[in-house]
Each structure stands twice: as C-alpha cells, then as structure tokens.
C-alpha cells in the first residue's frame, strides 16, 4: 500500500478477559486449552532490507464459511443461565475446520503446486466422476513437492489428528505444531510463529526453503500465507526455544485430548 515503509505485526493471546468461571462443560475447554503468547513481526518492502530480512512474502490466502450456521455458531462467546460469559465450542468444530481449510487449500493449491501435480489430481477427479465403476481412490495432493515446511494452527490435539488424517501431512511435517501445542498450549494466532520458531532453532530452515502457514478461528475462518526464506537462519539466534530446543521432540502419542468436553451442537 506504501512504498519504502515498514509496518509492525503484532499478534497476541490473552486469556486474562475471556476466563470463564461457570460451570458450562461446554465453555470450559477455553480455560483448559488457550494459553498466553505474543508475536512481533516488522514488516517491510524496502529495497535495502532485502539482504537482512529472513523470509520474503509470497502468497496469502484467506477463506470463511460464516454463512452457514454450523461454522458460524462451532465457536461462540456467550453467556451462560447464571450469567457468565464464555467461548463454547461444541462438536461441529471439526466438520467446519476441515470444510474451511479444504476451501483454502483449494485456492492455495494452484498457487504453488507444480503443473505435474495439478495434472494428476485433475485426471484422478475425472476418472473417478465419469468412469462408472471406478474404486480410485481420491489423490492427496503431495504438497511437499513444493513446500517444505508446514505450520497448521495448534488448535488443540483434535484438530491436529484430523488435520495429519485428512490433509496427509506427515509426522515430521506435524511436529513443530505438536511440540508448540505440548510446550506452549494453544496461543491462537501466535501459535505459528512458534512453530517457526520451532524449525529455526533446529537450524531446518535454508536459504530458498518454502513456508507454508495456516491458521484458523472461529467464524470458521482459514488463512494461508506463504513465506520463501531469503537465508539460511543461525540456530543460535534469539529463539523462545533456544535453551530447550534440544529436548525436543518428545512422545505426546499418549497423552489424551480434551474431546469430552465438546458437546452436541444446537
């Protein structure tokens, strides 16, 4: 929007304002799952920062299906009979992440998959819909043919396992979200810069590596944005992991999830 400018990001979790203090199961998983957590970003597009930045923007994407008022009400402030205000999430939350973020990989998709790729999961669509009775199965698009670090929202161990199910990606692909959701909780919009955080200090980003980050919210909304590191990044740099990092990745296969606390939508 303007040239030869910076602009400061910032992207923040407070859980301070939204504690809930009833006793609605529905309402608690708030108070169990979110955490406090705080990103600064200095954004720029001048010429001369170009040989200090580390990563430069290439695409963003943003979907939202609040038209539909299972997306719209899977997250929703409220209060409850006594009074109280809070977030209930009820067990719609998966169906209408999935349905957003399938829309926003959609988009994201012909953004930066190679041409080969898009091919066969255009020629799997066609044989599947006209070959009468065709067993193909659907095609995952191998998205690691053209990104190399993934970084899904950590909103919460259910999500995550849907996500790794669903979209394919891989156990090394899901850790950093894993190890951020384990170390940190779910601090929302915050939570990817965590995982980046994550990759750095594990000295896994080079110079050309792609970044792919999505992030979701209630709405139910998706965002995509693509990043291309312009260096390879020094582990050793001030990183939120940097005493720890070398503790990690842990085995989080055991520990179980809060689902029992979603309740049936209305």
Request: proline letters at 3%; one cysteine or more; charged letters at 25%.
């Amino acid at each position: 929007v303007h040239d030869n400018s910076y602009a400061l990001l910032v992207t923040t979790e407070s859980t301070t304002d939204n504690v809930y203090k009833g006793n609605d199961r529905s309402k608690l998983l708030s108070n169990c799952v979110f955490r406090v957590g705080a990103v600064a970003l200095l954004l720029s597009n001048k010429p001369s920062d170009q040989n200090t930045c580390k990563y430069e923007l290439v695409h963003t994407v943003r979907s939202q299906t609040a038209n539909t008022d299972r997306s719209y009400n899977c997250i929703f402030m409220e209060e409850d009979e006594q009074g109280h205000r809070g977030i209930s999430i009820n067990k719609d939350l998966l169906y209408a992440a999935m349905k957003t973020i399938r829309s926003n990989i959609s988009t994201v998709a012909p953004l930066v998959l190679p041409l080969s790729e898009q091919f066969r999961y255009l020629m799997n669509i066609i044989v599947r819909r006209f070959r009468t009775g065709s067993k193909m199965e659907p095609y995952n698009l191998e998205f690691s043919r053209a990104i190399d670090h993934f970084f899904p929202h950590v909103g919460g161990k259910p999500v995550l396992d849907d996500l790794q199910k669903k979209l394919g990606f891989s156990d090394e692909q899901m850790e950093a979200s894993r190890m951020t959701l384990y170390r940190f909780g779910n601090t929302s919009n915050s939570s990817i810069w965590y995982e980046v955080a994550y990759v750095e200090a594990k000295g896994r980003v080079k110079k050309g590596d792609t970044l792919w980050q999505i992030a979701f919210g209630s709405g139910f909304k998706c965002s995509s944005v693509i990043w291309r590191a312009t260096r390879s990044i020094d582990r050793d740099e001030m990183n939120p992991w940097r005493d720890e990092i070398d503790e990690f990745p842990v085995d989080v296969s055991k520990i179980g999830a809060l689902s029992d606390l979603f309740v049936a939508s209305k």
